[in-house]
């Protein structure tokens, strides 16, 4: 089983819409959570930590369900930048070696006219 | 501030040739650097990690000798595919560290070398 699983897409959004996806994660003792963002043969940059309570920034918003072991990512006001694959992130338990991250493969979002 | 360069961005070679990426923090020190591979459509996968001034320690299933890593100052780390073959090409992505970033789980990527092995 992989550590960290997400739908890899993709998902086909109007510009202007809503879109949500999750990723679960394999690892109870898991500590820190991240997206990410990845464009067409670039690498992956920080689209923003996730926090336990939950956290928005501007027209993204993170979840933290650490019960069901996954986190969400929700898009609202979609625009045709948004276009891109998404990657879960997670860092395993402290006990890991310093900044080891796992990463999923992707969620991919395209955004249409 | 924290940039991260790699290069080359894109190698072509033969196989049984080595090649050398070099990632280097442009703007901090950085005392660790990852290397990741990525094949098309699947997730980066962490090869090795290197501190400044001691030798990587490998994942499970990289071979060190193969993939050499070499993190001689506080600002560059060089990765040799050596004997390539075509099942190596791959995107590589460094990503650098400082002892600070690290608390904060922070790392930053360098823009990723592609490699084709013909």
């Known amino acids: 089983r992989k550590e960290v699983e997400q739908d890899p897409g993709p998902f086909n959004v109007p510009e202007g819409a809503t879109v949500a996806f999750n990723c679960t994660y394999s690892?109870?003792?898991?500590?820190?959570f991240f997206w990410y963002r990845q464009d067409c043969r670039k690498e992956p940059k920080l689209l923003m930590s996730?926090?336990?309570s939950g956290n928005e920034d501007g027209r993204f918003t993170a979840q933290l369900n650490r019960a069901s072991q996954y986190i969400s990512l929700l898009i609202r006001d979609s625009k045709l930048s948004d276009s891109a694959t998404y990657l879960c992130?997670?860092?395993?338990?402290?006990?890991?070696?310093?900044?080891?991250?796992?990463f999923g493969a992707g969620t991919q979002v395209v955004v249409t006219p | 501030g924290a940039v991260v360069s790699q290069h080359p961005s894109w190698v072509i070679c033969k196989s049984g040739t080595s090649v050398k990426i070099e990632c280097r923090s442009l703007?901090?020190?950085?005392?660790?650097m990852f290397w990741y591979r990525q094949f098309p459509k699947q997730s980066l996968m962490l090869m090795a990690t290197?501190?400044?001034?001691?030798?990587?320690?490998?994942e499970q299933g990289v071979e060190k000798d193969k993939f050499l890593i070499n993190h001689a100052s506080l600002t560059l780390s060089t990765l040799t595919v050596t004997s390539a073959h075509p099942e190596d090409s791959s995107f590589y992505i460094c990503?650098?560290?400082?002892?600070?970033?690290?608390?904060?789980?922070?790392?930053?990527f360098g823009p990723g070398t592609r490699l084709t092995v013909l």
């Open positions: 990503s650098a560290a400082s002892s600070r970033s690290l608390l904060e789980d922070t790392q930053y």
């Open positions: 690892n109870s003792a898991s500590q820190s």
């Open positions: 996730v926090y336990s």
């Open positions: 992130v997670v860092k395993g338990q402290a006990t890991d070696s310093w900044g080891k991250l796992q």
């Open positions: 703007d901090f020190q950085a005392t660790t």
């Open positions: 290197s501190n400044e001034g001691s030798k990587a320690t490998y």
